[in-house]
């Protein structure tokens, strides 16, 4: 987890990199100076400033700390509402995933079937006399 860190926050310094020098000095140095101390500076991460950033790969993590520095830094308060909106949208899709994995009568029902089909595999097999077995008795019986 502390490596996925910091590899997002040397990906956050590559893409700061790039900013006008108005938009870098909208962040507080603070921020950047946390990004910098606590980067992965053996993993080379580095972004075509001709494509679009969208169309580049970036982590997970390095992206949500550049949504997190939009909302705070740059957005309008209009950009804020539609960013919380959809934030909101997404948290509420992934909570509803989890209930549905992870919902408890749901669970057992997976358990039921594997103990009813391990019911069913293990259950003893019939017992069928032979037919030198009922010879054998039938001489038994009448001797």
Do not use: C
Not at 9 to 20: K, P
Not at 79 to 85: D, G, M, P, S, Y
């Amino acid at each position: 987890m502390i490596i996925t860190y910091a590899r997002a926050y040397t990906e956050v310094i590559e893409i700061l990199n790039h900013f006008s020098r108005e938009e870098y000095s909208k962040i507080p140095i603070e921020k950047i100076e946390f990004y910098k101390n606590n980067m992965d500076r053996e993993y080379k991460y580095s972004i075509n400033p001709k494509v679009d950033l969208s169309k580049q790969k970036i982590s997970k993590e390095a992206n949500a700390i550049l949504i997190s520095l939009f909302r705070d830094y740059f957005a309008n308060e209009k950009q804020k509402q539609t960013l919380e909106n959809l934030l909101r949208q997404n948290q509420l899709k992934e909570e509803k995933e989890k209930a549905e994995k992870y919902n408890p009568s749901n669970i057992f029902k997976d358990k039921t079937a594997i103990v009813e089909t391990t019911e069913k595999s293990i259950a003893m097999p019939e017992y069928k006399e032979s037919i030198f077995t009922k010879i054998k008795n039938w001489f038994k019986r009448t001797g």
